[in-house]
């Protein structure tokens, strides 16, 4: 488990892009990935809510790594395609999404997605996805 | 024209989340907004590529911009969801999106968008989007 | 609640491209829709499973008829978008779809679906579904 | 090219679902499929017109076959998942479904779909669908 954890935990710090939105990996299971976004004005639209392509990039980080977890470790995952519906606008302190592998594969892993914001003690759902990724064995260039 | 590009302009430029990412309004016209996004290292995932989430970020942006060029100057559009494939690997020197508005609305307008990876004279296809959107009218708090 | 099952059984009956396929309602409750299609060489493809778009037809109408019963008796529901993803093929005696609304609302309502396979006493995932539903009232010609 | 032809049309021929329906091979090119389908009252729903289901079985087809033109002899397609939008309500005298293969690829391939309402002289867009196929080699119960 703490290796997975680990595999998880320095696979994300290898993304850019997800430390430029300021996302933290939070808990992590096989099958199953949290990250957490607080809110920050600079991922914001011009309504003054977390943009729909941020909550959407995240959540495809959650599912990614929720399929990543149920993979061989010389194996990496590539996204092949994610849909997204936001469900209400992106309000809170932070935000919560949650990876879940709705199917393991050998080279295709499905995965549903859920977002959500936090106020004060008050969590509401905000996004649903699905994510379609490939498992890629045997490639140095696409590990983990 | 220059009414609508200005109208376009004025609201991306109040998007901070898109000034995060580094991109910018490329060709605007009724029906079709343009979108360019240099290559940033800050953008990318692990392998080296833009993330896949900031690619669907950037796109969903040129959907909906594409919509709003289509609906009235006192309505604004919210996104209700959007789907993007991944087709090839993000790397270039700068991206192209494009949003086009395959069914204007009232209510509800979709847009199919399409991502290009620009490398040299070399242009290609790397992400395919179809985003649904909302027209919401006479609210101040959503409106362009 | 007996009014409610009445309401999504006459509404399912009045749609002959489900009766065609052969699918039937079973368990209705506020906010979810069960429909249950009986295995039949007609609904094959090339292979001997059940047509994918055929799971995708009749998980639509779980996720529509799941919107339907949580909106007023003087409204109807249009489908916007669904989005389906195929996780193993379709082999059984029999098959459940569940729709289930993830986001009621006044205009838009996003549902999830869920197929499965049953095959004597073993039930598969085979489907996951997340459907875009448009309410409207007030029309005679969308009602129910 | 004959050869294409009759690989698609063999292919089509040996679905019953298709055959249920009612929908017959139109035009076939290397990357490209069309479907057309004839009105019928079984395939409504209760308000009179094509059952939106219905339209994404079609459009599914009409993606996986253009998704086959592109692949070698010796393998098949599995559809992977699909989502369509339904643009405005299925009327008409014939429906005419368009599969366009937008990424080939040895593993995974892309098409995009297009659904037009025929009436009179009139054609009328009423759907937008994109598709991710896998090709499958070597495998004797999932060819063509």
Known sequence: MQGLITRITDSFSRQPAMQLLG???GRVETGFTEIV????IKLTQQHG?????????????????????????????LTIEYKVNLLAPAKGDHFRFEGRVVK??????????????VQGGDEKRIATMTATLMAVHGRDDVKD
Do not use: K, Q
């Not at 976004?37 to 920050?40: R, S």
């Not at 977390?50 to 995952?77: F, Q, R």
């Not at 594969?105 to 914001?117: E, F, K, L, P």
């Open 23 to 25: 996302a933290e990996i």
């Open 37 to 40: 976004l607080p809110f920050d």
């Open 49 to 77: 809510f977390i943009h729909g392509g941020v909550i959407g990039a995240v959540l495809d980080s959650a599912c990614g790594y929720a399929a990543l977890t149920t993979i061989p470790e010389d194996a990496g995952v």
């Open 104 to 117: 393991p594969g050998r080279t295709i892993v499905v995965s549903d997605g859920a977002g959500y914001a």
